[in-house]
C-alpha cells in the first residue's frame, strides 16, 4: 500500500552529477521525516541527507561527506523526494534508497535510527568511475 519507488541512478565519471527521485504513494511524504540512504559494497546503510516533518523544523540535514555537494529536496504537490549529487566522487558510488518514517513531532529526521522507517524504496544504483 505504502510505496516508495527510486529513480535515476546510473553509471557517471568523476565531477559529474546525477538527480535521483524517489516517488511516494499510498501516503502523503510532505508530514514524514524523508531519508536519503546508501550502501556500498561491504558496507552499512548511512544516512545520506534527509528533510525533516515542517511541523518539528523542517530542517535539512546532511552527512559530512556530502555536505555542500548534496542537495535533498522535497516536491510536495508530486509527492516527490529528490537528491541532487553534484560533483560526484569514486567513493559516492553505492546503492541508494529513500525511506520514511511518520514523525513523532519530537525528533529531526537524522535522529532516527534505521530500523524505525516503515517505508522503502528498492534502491538504485550509482556507480561513479573513470
Known amino acids: 500500500q505504502a510505496r516508495l519507488v527510486e529513480s535515476g541512478g546510473g553509471s557517471v565519471q568523476p565531477g559529474e552529477s546525477l538527480t535521483l527521485s524517489c516517488v511516494a504513494s499510498?501516503?502523503?511524504?510532505?508530514?514524514?521525516?524523508s531519508t536519503w540512504f546508501r550502501q556500498a559494497p561491504g558496507k552499512g546503510r548511512e544516512v545520506i541527507g534527509c528533510?525533516?516533518?515542517?511541523?518539528?523544523?523542517?530542517?535539512?540535514y546532511y552527512d559530512d561527506s556530502v555536505k555542500g555537494r548534496f542537495t535533498v529536496s522535497r516536491d510536495n504537490a508530486k509527492n516527490t523526494l529528490y537528491l541532487h549529487l553534484n560533483r560526484l566522487k569514486t567513493e559516492d558510488t553505492a546503492v541508494y534508497y529513500c525511506?520514511?518514517?511518520?514523525?513523532?513531532?519530537?525528533?529531526?529526521?537524522?535522529?532516527?535510527?534505521?530500523?524505525?522507517?516503515?517505508?522503502w524504496g528498492q534502491g538504485t544504483q550509482v556507480t561513479v568511475s573513470s
Open positions: 525511506a520514511a518514517v511518520t514523525s513523532d513531532y519530537v525528533r529531526s529526521c537524522h535522529e532516527y535510527e534505521p530500523y524505525e522507517f516503515g517505508s
Open positions: 528533510v525533516s516533518n515542517p511541523d518539528v523544523d523542517g530542517r535539512k
Open positions: 499510498g501516503f502523503t511524504l510532505q508530514y514524514q521525516a
